[in-house]
């Protein structure tokens, strides 16, 4: 969270980097992060431990990603080169670092339960919890910042203190958990198999579309917000209170989430989320900066539109692991959570570069008072870019036709094939 609401700016505003500049270390890095997600989803689905094969990923990993998020978020001493070599190798292993936590982390979904509505309830609870972090990190990273010091390195402060708290919390997450649910023992996979299962499954490839889509609309949003306050409003001083807003009634959006699975199915409650962050998006580009309390209100509506898609996509991802046993043969949990944060990360890279890259094309230039073209580009980030996104979402989502009852069939034919006894 962090990263995509703060590191453009810190880059633009603090470590000194243009915005087109900055752009090109995002998309890199995102991009690099992205092709070792597929990687780690196969390391993870071949791990064979006392603990599992995703858990002691919760166990080692935490430790070396608190640390790279310490540095990427620090101002060395170098020149301008050796502090871009400096941004692009700090990005570049958080990525990796990262992707070595969150892909077996999300992939426990697949093995806790095998209900349909379980693992709504249970993402609902993730994402939940995950919101509530992403709160604390945007509302108090500047009231924490200054508290512990201030100053050029207040970043690299305030993430030693994040650093621990997620390090501890992610170790609870292996003490508190047990595997359920694995691969026949007698399966073997390989490149070639978990290819198949993965080409040969349509839910997942209309799951993945939703991801992508979702996480670009989210991350223009929030890469977006701390320029559009600084500049169009003139109120920097009100971004913390603003996503200490929008952060927690994205909470309020989230209960609802699981009326909507029961009510419309995973792909219409995406669809339901959709619908409302557009309304949401077309009041906020009608908004004058001027309107404190109605760009908070619009701000709010565009949140609660993307929780559905925010728990959904994850809820949805576990689905298609057993479509692709029923199909293939092949259970693959790790490497299908894999194919789709490979994209949601694209979404990221896309959706970070592309803010850069349109206020470099309107002239953007940082801590100056900015141009009414680089103003416009700004609002476009906030409100028409998502717009036209989430119209993208809907129409993908009417593709997705694995619902409850068709995965209640597959599983208890799968059930059937694993103990023909029963």
Known sequence: MSAMAFLLFFYTDVY?????????????????????????????????????????????????????TVAMFTVPGFGDFGKLVWAYATYVLFGIAHTVVTIPYASMTAVLTDDYQERTRLTTWRIGCAVAGGTVVTVGLGELSDWLGGGVDRFQVTMIAFSVV?????????AGTEERFAPRAAQRLSLAKVTRALVANPPLIVVVALFTLGMLALTVRLTAAPYYFTYNMGRADLLGLYFGVTMPILLLGLIAVPWLSRRFGKAGGVRVGAVVAMIGAVGFYFTSPDNVPMVFVWGSVMAIGGAPIAVFGWAMIPDTVEYAEWR?????????FAEASFFQKIGKAVGGAGVAGLLAAFGYVANTPQSEGSLTAILWSMSLVPFAIQVLLVVVSLAYRLDEQEHGRIVETLKGRRDPAA
């Open 16 to 68: 000194g980097l243009s915005a087109a500049v900055a752009g090109g270390v995002f998309l890199v890095a995102r991009i690099v992060d992205a092709v070792t997600d597929p990687v780690m989803g196969f390391i993870a689905d071949r791990t064979h431990s006392r603990w599992g094969k995703f858990r002691p990923y919760l166990l080692f990993g935490p430790l070396p990603l608190g640390l790279i």
């Open 166 to 174: 997620a390090t501890a919390l992610l170790w609870i997450s292996f």
């Open 328 to 336: 293939t043969g092949v259970r693959a949990p790790g490497l299908t």
